[in-house]
């Protein structure tokens, strides 16, 4: 079943469990389309299976492999339509420490956290491009301001991440002033990847689907931690001028606090 000419198709990696499980069903729930991608198939059945109120697909594909990701972008076309909304979610946080570990691990998980995100956004942009619209989401973390133990590969990853955000706007902005991009750090969520006494993902979902839906030109190149979003760094004189003017850079809020 194809999507509707200009209407609105998400595609969400990392659907299978967690936060990708809980913005797929967030989708779904608005009446947004989503392909679903995650790498087990056990995991995106049960996504679908949650996911009610608009038209769920599963893909199975491992997204720090390049040609799978085209050939499974070119399936999306085929059967849904152009993408319009990318959320870069797909991710893994192995604990081991740099000494214990083998090159190769570490670079597995950049190629999966970075990388996959890389593949996914360069596959999005190719129809981007041509109608001159679309929505970016990467979701970042702070890991890479305060890494933690045997987090090392997790933590150059993300910052990474947030890197190439900025670079997508720096070599995009201009050109194609339709394609937003923006980061989305949500916190410490209650999934595999977080710890129990986290923020249930489903209101987190919530966040970042009202940010992936706002195609707001003033987003692109915006940071958001969870429900806020974060000033971009300014020089020390305008944080001055703007204290004693008591007068900041507006900032923009998602939703409802947890």
């Known amino acids: 079943m194809m999507k509707k ?3 609105p198709l ?4 990392g659907a299978g469990t967690g936060l990708g499980r809980a913005m797929t069903v967030e989708l779904a729930i608005r009446g947004i389309p989503v392909a679903a991608i995650s790498r087990n198939p056990a995991d995106l059945q049960r996504t679908v299976d949650l996911a009610v109120g608009a038209m769920v697909v599963p893909f199975r594909v491992d997204v720090s492999e390049t040609r799978a990701v085209l050939d499974t972008f070119a ?15 797909a991710a893994v946080h192995p604990h081991r420490d740099f000494l214990a570990s083998q090159p190769g691990e570490f670079m597995e998980c950049v190629s999966i956290n970075l990388g996959g995100a890389v593949n996914c ?7 981007m491009i041509r109608t001159g619209e679309g929505r970016i989401v990467n979701i970042g973390s702070f890991a890479d301001i305060a890494p933690q133990p045997m987090a090392g590969a997790y933590s ?10 900025r670079t997508l706007v720096a070599d995009l902005g201009d050109r194609f002033p339709g394609i937003v991009v923006s980061t989305w750090m ?17 209101i987190a979902a919530r966040w970042g689907v009202e940010l992936a839906l706002s195609n707001d030109a003033g987003l692109n190149g915006a940071v958001f931690e969870q429900n806020v979003q974060l000033p971009e760094a300014r020089s020390l004189k305008r944080r001055i001028l703007e204290k004693l003017l008591r007068r900041g850079p507006p900032l923009r809020r998602l939703g409802l606090e947890a």
Not at 10 to 13: E, L, N, R, S, W
């Open 5 to 7: 000419e200009n209407a």
């Open 10 to 13: 998400a595609i969400v990696t």
């Open 75 to 89: 399936a999306i076309r085929q059967q849904m339509g152009d993408p319009t909304i990318l959320i870069n979610n």
């Open 121 to 127: 956004t360069h596959a999005a942009l190719q129809s």
């Open 156 to 165: 150059v990853s993300k910052g990474a991440l947030r890197i190439f955000s």
């Open 186 to 202: 949500p916190g410490i969520l209650a999934t595999r990847m977080g710890l129990v006494t986290g923020l249930d993902p489903a």
